[in-house]
C-alpha cells in the first residue's frame, strides 16, 4: 500500500465526506512559538508554548503530560467560547488559536498551556467529585484558558509566520500526505433562528451573516469568503476581532464573566450610543470574525494531521459555537 492509500485507509467512512489529497505535505511550525496575555474570562495570565510535532499526530493540548486532542470529540458546549475537556481537565477559548493554525496550515503541533490560575478546577468538576465521590480534587483537576489577546488570531499568525512552517515528518523520517474533507451532499443544522448548511464544491467558500436590531451600529450584515489563496486568512479574516454588545457585556461582569474583557480586546457596540472603540479595521469586521471563529470551530474535524475545513460552500446565520460544534458533529455521522 501507498502511502497516500495508508493515509486514507486510517480514516473513517462517512455519510457526508470524502477524504481526498490536496496535493500537499503535512506541516507543521519551525520552531517554538511561545506568548503570554490575559485571558478573557478569568483575567489571570495564560502562557501558550507551541511545539513542532510529527507528522500524523495532529494538534493537542499538553499540561503537565495530560493531553487534549483538538477534536470534537472533547469539545463541549459553550455559548461564549470552545471549551475542550478530557478526564475533568478542560483548556477553554481555544478557537482562535485553532482558527490560526487551520488557517495558516500548521497540521501538526504541541500546544502547552501554563495559566496563573492552572491548578483551580471549574465549579462544575468540583461540584460533581465532592457530591458523587465525596472527593475533593483541588489538586488535580485543571481548567486552563488561552489568552485573547486584541481578541483576533492576528497575534497566533504573525507569531507563526515569524518561525515558519515547514513539512513534517514521521516517525520514520518520511513526509505525509495531507488530506482534506471534501462534502459530497448537504448538510443543515439549525437551532431557532440560527443554522448553518453546506454544499458540495470544488473550493472553500464561507458567507456569514448576522443580525443584530437592537443595535443600529451593527444590524443586519453579511460577509463571503472564498479561500483561493494561501494568505487568504491571513490577511482577510485573522486580523478581525471579536464584538460584544455594552449593555450584555455588563450583565455578565456583573455576575463575574469575562473578567479578562475591555476595550482593548473586542470591538464594543452600545445599544444607544454605537460603536464605541472605533476604528473597525473593515467596514464587515463583526461577520469576517464569525468565520474566523468558525474555522477555528471547524478545525476540530481533523484528524491525524488532516485538513479540517471541508471543501465546501458554508452559509451560516445567526451561528455560535454551540451550532459550530452540532455541524462538526453532523459532519462526523459515519455509514
Not at 27 to 41: D, R
Not at 90 to 97: D, F, M, N, Q, R
Amino acid at each position: 500500500m501507498t502511502l497516500r492509500g495508508a493515509a486514507v485507509a486510517a480514516f473513517k467512512s462517512s455519510a457526508l465526506i470524502s477524504w481526498r489529497s490536496t496535493g500537499k505535505l503535512q506541516q507543521t511550525i519551525g520552531g517554538c512559538i511561545e506568548k503570554t496575555g490575559t485571558t478573557l474570562h478569568s483575567g489571570n495570565q495564560s502562557t501558550v508554548r507551541i511545539w513542532p510535532e510529527l507528522a500524523g499526530k495532529g494538534r493537542y493540548f499538553d499540561f503537565n503530560s495530560r493531553l487534549i486532542p483538538a477534536s470534537i470529540d472533547f469539545a463541549e458546549e459553550s455559548p461564549l467560547c470552545t471549551t475542550l475537556r478530557k478526564d475533568g481537565h478542560s483548556v477553554g477559548t481555544v478557537e482562535h488559536l485553532l482558527s490560526a493554525l487551520e488557517g495558516t496550515g500548521v497540521d501538526n503541533c504541541r500546544i502547552e498551556v501554563i495559566n496563573s490560575d492552572n491548578n483551580d478546577p471549574s465549579a462544575e468538576v468540583r461540584l460533581i467529585c465532592k457530591l458523587t465521590l465525596g472527593v475533593n480534587i483541588d489538586r488535580f483537576a485543571m481548567q486552563l484558558q488561552i489568552p485573547i489577546f486584541d481578541g483576533s488570531a492576528r497575534e497566533w499568525v504573525e507569531a507563526i509566520e515569524q518561525v515558519g512552517v515547514t513539512a513534517a515528518m514521521d516517525f520514520n523520517g518520511k513526509s505525509c500526505d495531507k488530506l482534506a474533507p471534501y462534502l459530497t451532499q448537504p448538510v443543515h443544522v439549525s437551532k431557532g433562528d440560527s443554522v448553518i448548511s453546506a454544499f458540495p464544491s470544488k473550493q472553500i467558500s464561507i458567507s456569514y451573516g448576522i443580525n443584530f436590531p437592537q443595535v443600529p451600529a451593527l444590524s443586519l450584515q453579511w460577509f463571503t469568503s472564498v479561500f483561493s489563496t494561501d494568505s487568504f486568512y491571513s490577511k482577510q479574516i485573522a486580523p478581525s476581532r471579536t464584538f460584544c454588545i455594552y449593555e450584555e457585556v455588563e450583565k455578565m461582569r456583573s455576575a463575574g464573566l469575562i473578567k479578562g474583557g475591555s476595550l482593548e480586546n473586542a470591538v464594543v457596540f452600545s445599544i444607544s450610543k454605537g460603536l464605541m472603540n472605533p476604528p473597525l479595521r473593515s467596514p464587515e469586521e463583526p461577520c469576517r470574525h464569525k468565520i474566523l471563529d468558525l474555522i477555528g470551530d471547524i478545525s476540530l474535524f481533523a484528524r491525524n494531521g488532516s485538513q479540517g475545513l471541508p471543501v465546501a460552500n458554508i452559509i451560516a446565520y445567526k451561528g455560535g459555537h454551540a451550532l459550530h460544534a452540532e455541524f462538526v458533529r453532523q459532519l462526523s455521522v459515519t455509514v
